[in-house]
């Protein structure tokens, strides 16, 4: 999936938003630019942890355990 910021002139928006809006939540997810800029925030914060070695990193088995559980957990909603 890609992710696309526009800058849309405002006598189109509304004409573009009806259109965005005929795909299902699965096609098009119309964000806002508060989740936009949450979203940004968060993976600079994220960056810079790493950048600075604050970072915490799991191994592979530490990750493959917690992968099992949550499949485990959720197995029976497929």
């Given amino acids: 999936m890609h ?3 526009l ?5 189109i928006y509304d004409k573009l938003i009806d259109l965005l ?6 096609e098009v997810e119309v964000l806002s630019d508060d989740t936009f800029l949450k979203n940004q925030k968060y993976l600079e914060a994220e ?4 950048m600075d ?3 915490e ?3 592979f ?3 493959e355990e917690r992968l099992n559980l949550i499949l485990k957990k959720h197995e029976n909603r497929l």
Avoid: M, W
Wanted: glycine share 4%; no cysteine; hydrophobic share 35%.
């Fill in 3 to 5: 992710i696309l910021r």
């Fill in 7 to 11: 800058k849309v002139n405002d006598h």
């Fill in 21 to 26: 809006n005929k795909f299902s939540k699965d």
């Fill in 47 to 50: 960056l810079r942890d790493i």
């Fill in 53 to 55: 070695g604050k970072a």
């Fill in 57 to 59: 990193f799991l191994s």
């Fill in 61 to 63: 088995e530490e990750t």
